[in-house]
C-alpha cells in the first residue's frame, strides 16, 4: 500500500525533467526496485516502506571502536533496509556507466516524522518521507530534458515491470 500511494504521489510530479518507473525487476533476481526518478539532478532509487514509529539513526563506536551506523524504526532495527537499497544503487549504476549521479532513498509513507527535522542520511542513503522527497526530485539541475529522456529509456529495458 506505501509502493501504492507513494507511486501516486510522484505520478503527479512527472514533466520533462521527471520521468518515473515504478515496480522494476532486478535482472536475474527475485528482487524489485520500487520506483525510479530520474531527474535534472539525477536518479533516485526509491524504496518504499509503510512502517509505523519514528525513524531514527543509531550510531555506535567511533573513537575506539568501530563506527556503526543503525536505522530504527521505533525500537526496531531495520538496518537491512540500507542494504537493500545500496543493492538496487549499484545495479542502476551498473547500467549507465557513470553517466549520471545515482541517489539511494527510503521513503516511510506513515511513520511517527517530527515536526521539525527528522530526515538523516545514513551510509548514503536518504531516509526521509513523501512531503520532503518530492522538492528533491523536482529541483533544477544540471541535466536536461533530453538527457532525462535517454536515461529513462536506457533504464525502461533492462529493468522491466515486475
Given at each position: 500500500m506505501g509502493e501504492e500511494r507513494l507511486g501516486k504521489g510522484l505520478d503527479r510530479l512527472a514533466s520533462?525533467?521527471?520521468?518515473?518507473?515504478?515496480?522494476?525487476?532486478?535482472?536475474?533476481?527475485?528482487?524489485?526496485?520500487?520506483?525510479?526518478?530520474?531527474t535534472a539532478t539525477g536518479i533516485?532509487?526509491?524504496?518504499?516502506?509503510?512502517?509505523r514509529g519514528?525513524?531514527?539513526?543509531?550510531?555506535e563506536g567511533g573513537l575506539f571502536r568501530p563506527r556503526v551506523e543503525r536505522l530504527l524504526v521505533g525500537s526496531?532495527?531495520?538496518?537491512?533496509?540500507?542494504?537493500?537499497?545500496?543493492?538496487?544503487?549499484?545495479?542502476?549504476?551498473?547500467?549507465?556507466?557513470d553517466e549520471v549521479p545515482v541517489h539511494g532513498v527510503l521513503c516511510f509513507v506513515e511513520a511517527d516524522w517530527p515536526l521539525i527535522g527528522g530526515t538523516f542520511t545514513t551510509r548514503g542513503v536518504r531516509t526521509l518521507w513523501p512531503k520532503k522527497l518530492y522538492p528533491q526530485l523536482q529541483a533544477d539541475g544540471p541535466i536536461t530534458a533530453g538527457t532525462v529522456a535517454e536515461v529513462h529509456r536506457k533504464l525502461a529495458h533492462p529493468l522491466p515491470p515486475a
Open positions: 520533462d525533467t521527471l520521468r518515473l518507473l515504478h515496480d522494476r525487476r532486478i535482472p536475474r533476481s527475485k528482487a524489485n526496485i520500487d520506483h525510479l526518478a530520474v533516485y532509487v526509491i524504496d518504499a516502506k509503510k512502517y519514528r525513524p531514527h539513526l543509531r550510531v526496531r532495527d531495520c538496518t537491512k533496509l540500507v542494504d537493500g537499497v545500496l543493492k538496487q544503487v549499484d545495479v542502476v549504476r551498473g547500467l549507465l556507466e
